[in-house]
Nanobody, 124 residues
Framework: VQLQAFGGGLVQPGGSLRLSCAAS????????MGWFRQAPGKEREFVAA????????YYADSVKGRFTISRDNAVSTAYLQMNSLKSEDTAVYYC??????????????????WGQGTLVTVSP
């Protein structure tokens, strides 16, 4: 499956952005999806994940209550709605997919397919 992430940009603290991850090449509903981010000089870290159907979601503590992951299998796209953005949310955001069963969705090495990343900058 090929993934393309987009929707990043510059936003002020407290603002919102919605990232999208468009998938192609395989049946999208066969894959669990995740979002990770990597800030300059830091390791890539888990942000959020969602099950095949969207019935189960998982979040890092740092974004819980502010970010929402969702998916629309009809258009092969996953989303990350980001609200109340903070400067520490500044990073390159990557979407990822896995069809492993079972899989620990907070672990980046569980994902076999990655998008190219989209930059989110939170600054006044």
């Amino acid at each position: 499956v090929q993934l393309q992430a987009f929707g990043g940009g510059l936003v002020q603290p407290g603002g919102s952005l919605r990232l999208s991850c468009a998938a192609s090449g395989r049946t999208f509903s066969n894959y669990k999806m995740g979002w990770f981010r990597q800030a300059p000089g830091k390791e890539r870290e888990f942000v959020a994940a969602i099950s095949w159907s969207g019935g189960s979601t998982y979040y890092a503590d740092s974004v819980k209550g502010r970010f929402t992951i969702s998916r629309d299998n009809a258009v092969s796209t996953a989303y990350l709605q980001m609200n109340s953005l903070k400067s520490e949310d500044t990073a390159v955001y990557y979407c990822a997919a896995t069809d492993r069963v079972p899989s620990d969705l907070i672990v980046r090495h569980e994902y076999d397919y990655w998008g190219q990343g989209t930059l989110v900058t939170v600054s006044p």
